[in-house]
């Protein structure tokens, strides 16, 4: 009697125990973010491409072409002059020709060939 009434205590001092998380409390001066399920869900943001390589050109009618060549070989900016504006022109992909509203360029930062709305196609070196 005596060994099951020591058991019986035992089990009973063991059972709240057995009921306690024992995981750390974590305290932080942070309090939750708000937006955390917004931001988790949200899509990937795709950077821009950086600039690989900027170059002036000379053209076959002895005119410049001021030409910035971007990362990922798919977009080229083109100015007529450095103060201009510049134009933005598209390749679908990588090694195609770039081109934008009657401009198309094609070629590398070493030499390109220009063709421009009432201008006749003509190659450029650096």
Known sequence: MKTSLLIAAAALLVFPLAACDQKPE???????????????????????????????????????????????????????????????????????????DGYSLSGTPEAITLAQPGKPSQACKK
């Open 26 to 100: 974590v305290v932080t001066s942070q309090a939750p973010d708000p937006q955390a399920d917004a931001l988790a869900k949200a899509p990937k943001i795709v950077l821009p491409p950086s600039i690989k390589a900027t170059v002036t050109f000379r053209c076959k009618d002895n005119s410049l072409a001021f030409v910035d060549f971007f990362s990922g070989d798919t977009q080229v900016n083109l100015r007529g002059s450095r103060e201009a504006t510049p134009i933005k022109l598209t390749a679908e992909k990588a090694g195609g020709p770039f081109v934008a």
